[in-house]
Every structure is written in structure tokens, then in C-alpha cells.
């Protein structure tokens, strides 16, 4: 059944686990069903082969870099299916909208929303027939504008980002919303990325990875924390892989034995398919609990810590890179102090793992020379994740692996372009370099207060305190916490603005007055006044390269995401700072106020006819530390003193499990192309908790059987989802799993990272009940 079929179609739902490798046959099947289905098959193998060629688009999948000189086909399985999920040629066009009504469109699931096709027209909400209905794009840029200009405060206004915008998007927007007077920039980092980059800052003086892709090759380890690449970043697969073939050790921690990270056939190696030979990508697999990452590197740095005293005291080689320590860092002393303070018990018990396995570990890191730390979603979207990745700093600098070829700190981020935005200002907390900058070449004051970030939008929506909700792409009401609460934020506002290629529930869960902008994406030829213009993005390792639109758009009322910020900037603010329509003529001219006031972008337009685009340097990975200290810190943070959050305690109730929320196989986000997760054998449903078969029976329950799920949190309020089927796994005692984002109505608003602000996803603390209702079809 091909992949574009099933939105329309009951699924059956199956569970059986998956025994065959990642990638391989079963990948490259699954992308010839994704174009056979497909109603746009030819055009869409077109596009596939430009992805990611030097002339190409980037692919609007993940951020995972590629080397600019290696290998020429440089798409995977789940890059095919966002490839030919934006390539659709089903048109969700004013005839759609005249058919439905919005309280019936709520209905539908958002799985089916998003495959009725791209969005072709700008539309607005006509409440007296509950629908969307078309309106001249200058008509929408002056409701905005009349909104905007309205609002007693320019904070009362907040304006989203997901990761896909350009860089010439994301520096026009918060060009744009700084001369509007206002930093509430909520963005998907927020929920995302967060904790490494305020990590990192602190300890290190870069809130970016400090590897490249050619590091990958020179490492003797690498450590990878908390993230399921075989879904999620296939294309580092290869990476992983070639390192167990020369002899490196790929050490996984994760409490799911993930598929990809065990064993990975490539899609495009004939030979090895026809043989049937997979590759372990792995060489160590550790299982700890849930938020348990940072026990168990701290048992880590106990190990190192004793046998760098024994070596002292038998003249053996040491174990620490002293010169390194003694040239570039600070406060060691405090971290090892912090390191011998803290108990074997708290961390054998915190990490759920015993103390030989985190012995094992260690040896395992000191034996390499040169090692790469990567991470994700697992060890990000924690209460103490700011800590537990100035861990990973803290090991990562006892031995010198930063700044050296072959060793670094890898976040490997989200959306493709998430980490360019950053780097063009979306920033709810900007620094002050960039502010000076902006007000030094435009001439206008910058405000210099702090915006609001995602969860703090949301209650600013709750409480009245912000009116107005922009969002550049995205799908905020199902990617935030808390579902009902966001839903009633977004609902409180009296105007709601979404840009997107694709109908989603943002678009149906609205303010006052709505409007949906349609835009181009990726794939798209993006044609201006001075011809089809290329846009940027920065990937993981901080390579700036070119995408150029190769599909003609289905419509010609769509415009690009620079040119409706354009529309939305001159018809609130006229020219000032900038003739906004001049600059979207040719985005060259965009390129041009980046190169003068962000850093890293000298002669901007020139490099970037450099095949593979340009590298924007940075200063940890050259051993330059941007801290207040001058350098790189360890930082001696204690263990939290309990997992368990003190306002999941005042419920007064103990949860029965503790569960994490993620993707499927066959997700982006929230945007859902089918019902399947192959490699943790389920099919045709994803309204499921994964849990041990022994706490299910424990919790009087059998596997097959459905139950509520109950979130604890001392507020008084209930949060439910209904109807999960319970499905025996092999996950350690007491963790749950399920996927993103039917879930998210269990996370509260106010579960956050300490000082990331991050909803804590991957630990939730929940109990089950007896089922009393259908599960929501999301
Ligand atoms: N195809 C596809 N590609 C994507 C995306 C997508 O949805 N689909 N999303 C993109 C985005 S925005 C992002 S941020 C990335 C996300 O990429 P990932 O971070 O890989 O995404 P998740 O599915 O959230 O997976 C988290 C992993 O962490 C593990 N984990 C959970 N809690 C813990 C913990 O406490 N400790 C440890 N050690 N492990 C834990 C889970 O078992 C799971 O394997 O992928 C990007 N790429
Ligand atoms: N419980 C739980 N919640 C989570 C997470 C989790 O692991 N667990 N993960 C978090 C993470 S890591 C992230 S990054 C966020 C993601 O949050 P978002 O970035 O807000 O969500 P997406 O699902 O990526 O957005 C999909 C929508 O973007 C629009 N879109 C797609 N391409 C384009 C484009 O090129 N331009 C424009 N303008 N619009 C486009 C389409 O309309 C589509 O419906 O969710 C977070 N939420
Ligand atoms: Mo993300």
C-alpha cells in the first residue's frame, strides 16, 4: 500500500517486532512504495536527485551535514519522503476550504490534514460561515498591519519560527520584528536545541557544535547520547558505520536498543544489500533511565578521576591532559571536588545502570585518543539537561577532545535550518553584539529587553498579555506542551497568522480574526523580480550553503517566505529601516546586510559559489573560549537531588511509570506520512504506549489492552489522552514511551529545563487507568 494512499483508508493495526537491519531493502522499499503512491512520481525523482547537489536544494529534512567533496547521492529514506511530501501536487485551494468548514476540519486527523495537499492561496476566517475564505495578499498585509499598530505595546505581539525558514527569511523577519519594536521570538529551538546552546555557551563560549564532517572520520570513539539517527538523521548512519569498519568504538546510550543503531544495511551499497550484509553501527549499547545520562557520565568522570590517582601514584601514563587543563581551563578544582562528592548510590541509583556497565563506559572513552560526543532530543528535553550537557563538556575537557581533528562536541540539531536562524537573530534573549550591530548599520533603536520564548508565549496568550500570534511555518498548537492550555492561548488572541506550505491544526485552532499565508518551500522555484533566486542554510557543522528551488510552484498566488515578511514589514512600517520590496528583488541584497552586520558571512555572495558552500569557523573547535573567564569551564554541577519534580510530588500520588515521547519512523515532526514505525515493528496506529511486559501485567493490565494515560502535576488540573494500546517492549522497568505528539497534552506547561525553558518531553511521570473512551486519532 503505497505511503500517499493511507490518509483516506482505515489502518489496521499491527505489532511485531522488526528483526531485519536499518536502511537496506526495507528502506529502499519503502521509498519506491512513497513514488509509486505517489500522484507526482517523475517530478518528484527529479527533485530527489537534486537534493543536496552542489546547483540543488537542501533537503527540508534534518540538519545532518554532508561533506561537500564525498560521495553524489546524498538523499536517504526519510529525506525521499519529505522530498515528496512538499512535491505534492494535491492543491488545498479556496474550492477545499468551500467544501469544509473549520469545525469540521477538526475533526480530521492531522495526518489527513497535511496530506490533502499544499496550500495554493492566502485565506482568511469569515466566522459567519465558519470558514476560510480568499483574500488579496495586500488585503492581508493591511489586516496585520492594522493589527499590529493597534497593540498598545509592541511585546504583545509574538512571533514564532520553525526551523525550516532560510537564512534570508529568518534575517528579514527579525529585522523586521526589531524595528516593530519587540524580541518575542518563540521558536522551535525553544523546544528543541535550547539546553545545548545555554550549555555550551557556559562552558565552552559557542552554543553550536564545534565538529565538522571530516571529524567523523579521524575519531577513535564516539559517543551518541540520547538520539535515534536510523529514523531521525539516516544520513549519519554512514558515518557511524564507516567508524566500526576501521576499528572506532560507537558507543549508544539510549533505553530503547533502536534499530538504526545497532545495525545498518546502506541503501545504496548494491553489493551489500544483494549479500544481505549489515554492519554493527555499534560497538557498546548502555540503557540507563530516563534523564539517568548525567548519573552515569559523572560515574564516568569517578572512574577517570581514581585511575588518574592511580596513575600519579604508580608514574603510569596519565589519565587527564594536563597542559591542556592548565593552558585553557578554569575551575577544575571545583569539578573535582564536585566529582568526589557525589555518592556511588545516588548514581548507580539515579542512572539505572550498575556500576561495572558505567566502568565499561569509561575505559571505553579513555582508551580513545580522539572521541566525538553526539546528542539529541534524549538528553535535551530534560528538567536538568543544562547540566547534564556541561557534563559531556566536563569529560570532554579532562582529556583535551575539544579543538583537536577528530574530536568535539556534536548537538546534532533538529529541522534543517534551525541552527542558521539562530545564527540570523531569532533569539528571544539576542546578545548584545548583535543588537549593537543592528542598531549601528540601520540607525534605529533595538529593543534591548528579553522577549518571550515558546512556553512563556504561550502563557502570555493564556493570560491576555499577548494579542497578536505570527507564526513563520511550523505547527505550534501540536508541537507545544500542554495541549488544551495552547489551544485556549491561541483561541485568546484577537489575530492569528500562519505561513505554510501545508493545512495543519495551528491553522484550525485560531484567534479572532485568521489568516493563512501560503509560501513556498524548499523544492519550489522561487522566481523574484530579478529572476529565481537561491536561498541559504547552515547545517549542523556550521557549513553555510546555497538552495535552489527545482519544481515549478502549483500556484502562482504562493510567495516566498521572504517575500511575505517583506509584504507584512512595508505595509506596517513603509520603508523604514529598509525598502523592503527592493531587498526581495534579488536576495543578494539580503546577503549583503547580513554580510555587514552578522559575523562569520564576509563576502557572503562571493563564497557562496564556492560547491558545498563555506565554513563559518568556529572559535571553540580553534581552542578560542568566548567566556567571561577567557576559558573553557568545568562546571561543577551537582546531581539533581531527585528526578521525580517537587510539583509531580505535591500531587500526593507516585507515578506508575515514567514515560518519554517521540518520533516514528514515518513522522516529521508533526507532520505524520503514515501510521507505520517499521523498525519498532508497529503498524498502522500510533495512539500506543510502549512499556515492559512486566510492569503492564504489574499494573494490572495485559499487553493488547487499552488504558488512559494520566500526568501527574500538583496544579489541580487533569491531563488525559484515551484509548492507548499498551505494547510489550523491550524497554527498561519502569520507562514508558510514545510518540509525539499525541502525547503532548500529558507534558504541563510548566515542566521546564532549568534554565532552557524546554518542555521536559522525555520525562513525564504518568499513571494508567482503565480505558474510558477511543483514542483520539491525531
Ligand atoms: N525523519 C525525521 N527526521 C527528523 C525529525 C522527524 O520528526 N522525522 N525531526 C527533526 C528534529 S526537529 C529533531 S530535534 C531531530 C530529533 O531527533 P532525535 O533526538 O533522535 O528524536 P526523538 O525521536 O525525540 O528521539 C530521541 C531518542 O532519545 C532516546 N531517549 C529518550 N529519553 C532519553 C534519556 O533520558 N536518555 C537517553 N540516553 N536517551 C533517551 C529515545 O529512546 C530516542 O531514541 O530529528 C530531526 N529529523
Ligand atoms: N512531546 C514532544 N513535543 C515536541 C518534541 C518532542 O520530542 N516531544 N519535539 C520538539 C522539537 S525538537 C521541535 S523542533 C518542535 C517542532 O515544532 P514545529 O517546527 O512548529 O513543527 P513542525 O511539525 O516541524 O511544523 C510542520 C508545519 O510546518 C509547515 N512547513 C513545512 N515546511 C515549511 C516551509 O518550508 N515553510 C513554511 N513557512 N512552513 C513550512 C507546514 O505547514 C507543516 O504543517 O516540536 C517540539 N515538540
Ligand atoms: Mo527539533
Not at 524 to 539: H, K, L, M, R, S
Request: hydrophobic residues 40%; neutral net charge.
Amino acid at each position: 500500500m503505497s505511503l500517499h494512499h493511507q490518509a483516506d483508508q482505515k489502518p489496521v493495526p499491527r505489532y511485531k517486532p522488526y528483526h531485519g537491519a536499518a536502511g537496506g531493502w526495507g528502506a529502499l522499499r519503502s521509498v519506491a512504495q512513497a513514488w509509486i503512491g505517489s500522484d507526482n512520481a517523475l517530478k518528484n525523482i527529479r527533485a530527489l536527485l537534486k537534493t543536496n547537489q552542489n546547483g540543488g536544494f537542501d533537503c527540508p529534512g534534518c540538519a545532518w551535514g554532508d561533506s561537500p567533496e564525498h560521495g553524489m547521492v546524498k538523499f536517504c529514506e526519510n529525506g525521499a519522503k519529505a522530498v515528496n511530501w512538499e512535491a505534492t501536487k494535491r492543491r488545498v485551494d479556496p474550492a477545499f476550504f468551500a467544501r469544509h468548514s473549520v469545525t469540521s476540519l477538526l475533526g480530521q486527523s492531522d495526518y489527513w490534514l497535511e496530506y490533502q495537499g499544499r496550500l495554493t492561496e492566502p485565506m482568511v476566517y469569515d466566522p459567519a460561515s465558519d470558514r476560510y475564505k480568499p483574500i488579496g495578499w495586500d488585503e492581508a498585509f493591511a489586516v496585520i498591519a492594522r493589527h499590529l499598530k493597534g497593540l498598545s505595546s509592541p511585546d504583545q505581539a509574538e512571533f514564532y519560527t520553525s526551523g525550516r525558514a532560510s537564512n534570508e527569511a529568518a534575517y528579514l523577519y527579525q529585522l523586521f520584528v526589531r524595528a516593530y519594536g519587540t524580541n518575542n521570538f518563540p521558536d522551535c529551538s525553544n523546544m528543541c536545541h535550547e539546553a545545548s546552546g545555554v550549555a555550551l555557551g557556559q562552558s565552552v563560549g559557542v552554543g553550536k557544535g564545534t565538529v565538522t564532517f571530516d571529524d567523523f572520520e579521524h575519531a577513535d570513539a564516539l559517543f551518541v547520547w540520547g538520539q535515534n539517527p536510523g529514523t531521525n538523521h539516516p544520513r549519519m548512519l554512514e558515518p557511524l558505520r564507516e567508524a566500526v569498519k576501521r576499528g572506532a568504538q560507537v558507543v549508544c546510550i539510549n533505553p530503547l536498543k533502536e534499530r538504526g543503531l545497532e545495525r545498518f544495511q546502506h541503501p545504496q551499497h548494491p553489493i551489500e544489500m544483494l549479500t544481505n550484509g549489515d554492519r554493527p553501527t555499534n560497538t557498546a549499547f548502555f540503557r540507563p533511565a530516563l534523564g539517568g545520562d548525567m548519573a552515569m557520565m559523572r560515574g564516568m568522570a569517578k572512574f577517570l578521576l581514581q585511575w588518574e590517582r592511580e596513575a600519579q601514584a604508580n608514574g603510569s601514563e596519565p589519565v587527564f591532559d594536563h597542559a591542556f587543563i592548565a593552558e585553557h581551563t578554569a575551575t577544575v578544582d571545583e569539578y573535582l571536588a564536585v566529582v568526589d562528592a557525589t555518592p556511588w548510590a545516588q548514581i548507580e541509583a539515579q542512572s539505572g545502570l550498575p556500576r561495572g556497565e558505567i566502568e565499561l563506559a569509561a575505559r571505553m572513552y579513555v582508551k580513545a585518543k580522539k572521541v566525538i560526543m553526539c546528542w539529541a532530543m534524549g538528553i535535551t528535553q530534560h528538567r536538568h539537561s543544562v547540566p547534564t550537557i556541561q557534563e559531556i563538556a566536563n569529560l570532554m575537557l579532562l582529556r583535551g577532545n575539544l579543538g583537536q581533528p577528530g574530536a568535539g562536541l556534536c548537538p546534532v540539531r533538529g529541522h534543517s535550518n534551525v541552527q542558521g536562524d539562530r545564527t540570523m537573530g531569532i533569539n528571544e534573549r539576542p546578545p548584545v553584539a548583535l543588537l549593537d550591530s543592528l542598531e549601528r548599520h540601520f540607525g534605529f533603536p533595538v529593543p534591548r529587553h528579553n522577549g518571550h520564548n515558546t512556553v512563556e508565549a504561550i502563557h502570555a496568550m493564556l493570560e491576555g498579555r499577548a494579542r497578536v500570534f505570527i507564526g513563520l511555518g511550523g505547527n505550534f498548537a501540536q508541537a507545544t506542551p500542554d495541549t488544551d492550555r495552547t489551544a485556549q492561548a491561541l483561541r485568546n488572541c484577537e489575530l492569528t497568522v500562519h505561513i505554510s506550505t501545508k493545512l495543519n491544526r495551528s491553522h484550525l485552532i485560531h484567534g479572532k480574526e485568521a489568516l493563512i499565508l501560503p509560501c513556498l518551500g524548499r523544492t519550489d522555484i522561487d522566481q523574484q523580480g530579478e529572476g529565481p533566486q537561491a536561498v541559504t542554510v547552515e547545517d549542523s557543522f556550521s557549513m553555510v550553503h546555497a538552495s535552489n528551488g527545482q519544481l515549478k510552484p502549483l500556484s502562482r498566488h504562493m510567495r516566498s517566505e521572504p517575500a511575505v515578511i517583506a509584504g507584512i514589514a512595508a505595509a506596517t512600517l513603509g520603508k523604514h529601516p529598509v525598502d523592503w520590496n527592493w531587498l526581495i528583488a534579488d536576495y543578494g541584497r539580503i546577503r549583503d546586510l547580513i554580510m555587514h552586520t552578522i559575523p562569520g558571512f564576509e563576502q557572503f555572495n562571493e563564497r557562496l559559489q564556492h560547491p558545498g558552500g563555506f565554513y563559518l569557523g568556529n572559535n571553540a573547535g580553534k581552542r578560542i573560549w568566548k567566556t567571561a573567564s577567557g576559558k573553557a569551564n568545568f562546571k561543577a554541577n551537582r546531581l539533581p537531588d531527585d528526578l521525580l519534580h517537587e510539583s509531580v510530588r505535591a500531587s500526593g500520588q507516585l507515578p506508575d511509570l515514567i514515560m518519554q515521547s517521540m518520533r516514528s519512523h514515518d513522522q516529521y515532526n508533526t507532520t505524520i506520512y503514515g501510521l507505520d514505525d517499521r523498525y519498532r515493528g508497529v503498524k498502522g496506529q500510533r495512539n500506543v504506549l510502549f512499556a515492559n511486559e512486566a510492569d503492564i501485567i504489574r499494573l494490572g493490565f495485559n499487553p493488547g489492552d487499552k488504558a488512559d494515560l494520566v500526568s501527574l502535576w500538583g496544579d489541580g488540573l487533569e491531563r488525559r489522552v484515551k484509548g492507548f494500546t499498551l505494547l510489550a517492549f523491550d524497554i527498561p522497568a519502569g520507562q514508558a514511551a510514545a510518540y509525539y505528539p499525541e502525547v503532548n497534552p500529558l507534558v504541563p506547561l510548566e515542566s521546564v529545563g532549568d534554565g532552557s525553558h524546554t518542555p521536559t518531553s522525555k520525562f513525564v511521570a504518568i499513571q494508567l487507568k482503565p480505558a474510558s473512551a477511543e483514542a483520539r486519532i491525531i
